[in-house]
C-alpha cells in the first residue's frame, strides 16, 4: 500500500546544490516501492527546473508542486514502476 503525502517520507535538499539535488532524490526514490510517494523540500530555480523534469524523465510522477511559508517548495512525487 502506498503512503499518503502526509506520511510519505520527507527529503530536504534545500541545502544541496545541483547536481547532487537530484542524485539525492534518486537515492531516496530506489529505496520506495513502486508507487509510494516522496516528498521532497527543494529551494533555487535550477533545482526547481532539474528535479521535477529529471524524475519524470526517470519514469516517476510529479503529483503536486507548492510553495512553503518559508519559501522552499515541496515537490510531491509518486515511483514509478
Same mark, same amino acid.
Given at each position: 500500500?502506498?503512503?499518503?503525502?502526509?506520511?510519505?517520507?520527507? =527529503?530536504?535538499?534545500?541545502?544541496?546544490?545541483? $547536481?547532487?539535488?537530484?542524485? !539525492?532524490? /534518486? =537515492?531516496? =526514490?530506489?529505496?520506495?516501492? $513502486? +508507487?509510494?510517494?516522496?516528498?521532497?523540500?527543494? !529551494? #533555487?530555480?535550477?533545482?526547481? !527546473?532539474?528535479? $521535477?523534469?529529471?524524475?519524470?524523465?526517470? +519514469?516517476?510522477?510529479?503529483?503536486?508542486?507548492?510553495?512553503?511559508?518559508? +519559501?522552499?517548495?515541496?515537490?510531491? =512525487? /509518486? !515511483? #514509478? #514502476?
Amino acid at each position: 500500500m502506498s503512503a499518503t503525502q502526509e506520511t510519505a517520507p520527507t =527529503l530536504d535538499i534545500t541545502k544541496e546544490i545541483c $547536481p547532487m539535488t537530484f542524485v !539525492r532524490v /534518486r =537515492l531516496a =526514490l530506489d529505496r520506495l516501492s $513502486p +508507487g509510494e510517494i516522496l516528498n521532497v523540500r527543494l !529551494r #533555487g530555480a535550477e533545482p526547481l !527546473r532539474n528535479v $521535477p523534469r529529471t524524475a519524470t524523465e526517470q +519514469g516517476h510522477t510529479v503529483v503536486s508542486q507548492s510553495l512553503e511559508d518559508d +519559501g522552499a517548495t515541496l515537490l510531491v =512525487l /509518486r !515511483r #514509478g #514502476g
